[in-house]
């Protein structure tokens, strides 16, 4: 089954307005010409505006890092999926193993977020994956399954295909140690297995399973050579105009 593939930037805590609208309307010019595949961009939420103002007219969409799961309400801080959809944005982020880890995002709440984006028409960008310390225990099969299970239990099949999973072993976010090709296939196919179980090969079969950490450009190709992965999601590497477009054209 031919997936669309999706490369996204996760820009995290980083750039103004301005330095935004610089990064965008640079890389529209350099990716003007790529039309098979969807391009986003996820900006912190003081610059999705500007974001969403300078990718006007060109192939790059706009999504946000997180979201709250209420519509509204007394919940100070937090960005509701109302807002950030009403800004024109059509992705969101969640789960990520920075909100994980330093904002102690559990699994239900991850679910609650899923929930909450697909009824607003966000498509989520779930993501999983385990610690260094899990994988060297051999825990890695496991914790995965713990958390697509945790995401997306409540799910029905119709909610299940609006989905996107980024799979991002938290020892190579950052780090500059992308996981080999074998070592990512391996663990985009468990998924595709374990989604195949909870709902039907057929929704398993359209899930984009994007793949996380250390995406560069020299290594995009190799990664995106393996049947189930589907895409990136990328961080560093998307802070800058000309590496992000060589990522995407890879
Ligand atoms: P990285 O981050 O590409 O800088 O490793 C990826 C991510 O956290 O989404």
New binding site residues.
């Given amino acids: 089954m031919k997936r669309r593939p999706i490369v996204a930037g996760?820009w995290k805590m980083h750039k103004t307005t301005k330095e935004t609208e610089d990064t965008i309307l640079s890389l529209k010019n350099l990716i003007s010409d790529v039309f098979d595949r969807e391009i986003v961009i996820c900006p912190p939420f003081t610059a999705l505006y500007s974001a969403i103002s300078s990718a006007k007219g060109s192939n790059i969409k706009i999504g946000a890092q997180n979201m709250y799961f209420e519509e509204k309400g007394a919940f100070t801080g937090e960005v509701s999926p109302i807002m950030i959809k009403d800004l024109g944005c059509e992705y969101v982020i969640i789960g990520?193993?920075?909100r994980r880890q330093y904002f102690y995002e559990t699994d239900n709440i991850v679910n609650r977020k899923v929930v909450s984006a697909i009824k607003h028409l966000l498509t989520p960008i779930v993501c999983i994956g385990e610690t260094l310390q899990e994988r060297e225990t051999n825990k890695t099969f496991q914790v995965v399954e713990t958390q697509i299970h945790g995401a997306f239990k409540s799910l029905s099949s119709e909610q299940m295909v609006k989905c996107v999973i980024a799979y991002?072993p938290v020892w190579?976010?950052?780090?500059g140690k992308t996981a080999t090709k074998e070592q990512a296939q391996e663990v985009h196919s468990y998924i595709r297995h374990l989604l195949s179980k909870m709902f039907s090969k057929d929704v398993a079969d359209q899930i984009r399973i994007l793949y996380?950490?250390?995406?560069k450009p020299e290594n995009m190709a190799d990664l995106m050579s393996q049947p189930d992965i589907d895409g990136a999601?990328?961080?560093?590497?998307s802070l800058e105009a000309e590496s992000f477009s060589k990522i995407i054209k890879y």
């Fill in positions: 996760n990520h193993s920075e991002e190579a976010i950052g780090t996380g950490g250390s995406v999601l990328v961080g560093g590497a």
